[in-house]
Structures are given as structure tokens and as C-alpha cells.
């Protein structure tokens, strides 16, 4: 799930426990995680709600807003195609991502890293990427998504997808703007060239 700044710290510290949304069709499922940048967040309970009059003003200080009415302000106007749904949730630790990224790897996963790299860039329908994008996220920290897909000839979408393959792995990790690379991706380049 998404939350602006503002409310990662309320995240992180489990003072934010519910939010409200309108979707065209609910986005989470009950009992299953979620990643955010203050941690995983487990779905305890999801509410489809007919409007705004079932919320109330301790909804609003669990959902991390000043006061009901900004949070009613921040969800907008009902339309037609969409559905006020109450998502409560906990924090349940944190991401396990984080702590891969900072796992060093020994020479055994270094060369299971290697072999990931290969199918991925076998399946790929236009060539091995995955070495050359490393190198570029290294040299280039912090650069706009778009700009470094541009620099391949690639579509930004497409791109980012492959990106978030690597951040899968443990490999990078997403800046404000752009990427870097975590010190797991830094000691597999570091393999890779030597």
C-alpha cells in the first residue's frame, strides 16, 4: 500500500493502524502483506463502507490525519465507478528485502546470484541486461527512471520492471529519484569485475 511521507513515521511506530480508500476494486487482501517503507503491513480487516458518515474522529487520528474532516477533504468526491473501502492493518516488522539488501554474500550465493542473473537475462526478449544495468545504477545514483532507460533505448515501464527484478533479489533499492545500489549489489558488481 501507498502512504504519503508524512505517515511513515506514524507507520513505523504502529500509531497509524487504518486508512481509507476509494477503488474501483479493492486493492488488498485480508490477511496478507504489504510492503511500505516503514515495514510489512499485515490486512486485518477490510470494510466496504457507503460513504463517509460511518467515519469516525478516532478513524481519522489511527489514520494519521490532523482531523476528520481532512480526511474526508483528502479522499476526494465519491464517483460512480469507485467504492469507499476502511483497511485496518499492523505493522508486522520489517521488510525482509531491507535486510537481504544488506546481507553480504558468501562465494556460494555470489554464484547463485550469478546463475539468477543469466536466467534472467535469458528470458529476456531483447538481450542480456541485467550486468549492464547494474554498472549504470552504480555509476549513476539518484538518476529519474526515465532517463536511465533512455540511455538503453528502452521504454521507462518495461524498464522499471527489470529494475524491480534486481530489487527483488536483494540487489537495489529505490532512492527519492532513482536507484542505488544496496551493499549486496555492490559486492556482486564487485565479483562480476574481478
Known amino acids: 500500500m ?7 513515521p506514524g507507520l513505523a511506530d504502529g500509531s497509524i493502524t487504518v486508512t481509507f480508500r476509494r ?5 488488498v487482501v485480508l490477511g496478507n502483506q504489504y510492503r511500505s517503507p516503514s515495514g510489512m503491513l499485515e490486512v486485518t480487516r477490510v470494510d466496504e463502507l457507503a460513504d463517509t458518515s460511518s467515519i469516525t474522529k478516532a478513524d ?3 489514520s494519521g490525519t490532523a482531523s476528520l474532516d481532512d ?3 483528502r479522499l476526494g468526491p465519491p464517483t460512480a465507478d469507485t467504492t469507499l473501502y476502511r483497511v485496518e492493518f499492523r505493522n508486522v516488522g520489517e521488510d525482509p528485502r531491507t535486510v537481504l539488501r544488506e546481507t553480504i554474500p558468501d562465494a556460494d ?6 546463475t539468477k542473473l543469466d536466467r534472467l537475462d535469458a528470458r529476456s ?3 542480456p541486461w541485467t550486468r549492464d544495468t547494474l554498472r549504470v545504477i552504480a555509476a549513476q545514483p539518484g538518476t529519474r527512471a526515465p532517463d536511465l532507460a533512455d540511455g538503453f533505448g528502452r521504454e521507462t515501464k518495461p524498464f522499471k ?3 524491480r527484478k534486481l530489487k527483488g533479489l536483494g540487489l537495489t533499492e529505490s532512492l527519492k529519484v532513482g536507484y ?3 551493499p549486496r549489489g555492490q559486492a556482486l558488481l564487485d565479483h562480476l569485475t574481478d
Open 180 to 182: 542505488q545500489l544496496s
Open 23 to 27: 477503488w474501483k476494486r479493492c486493492q
Open 125 to 127: 526478449s531483447f538481450g
Open 161 to 163: 520492471l527489470d529494475v
Open 71 to 73: 480526511l474526508i477533504e
Open 60 to 62: 481519522a487520528k489511527r
Open 2 to 8: 501507498r502512504f504519503t511521507m508524512d505517515a511513515w
Open 109 to 114: 550465493a555470489l554464484a547463485e546470484l550469478v
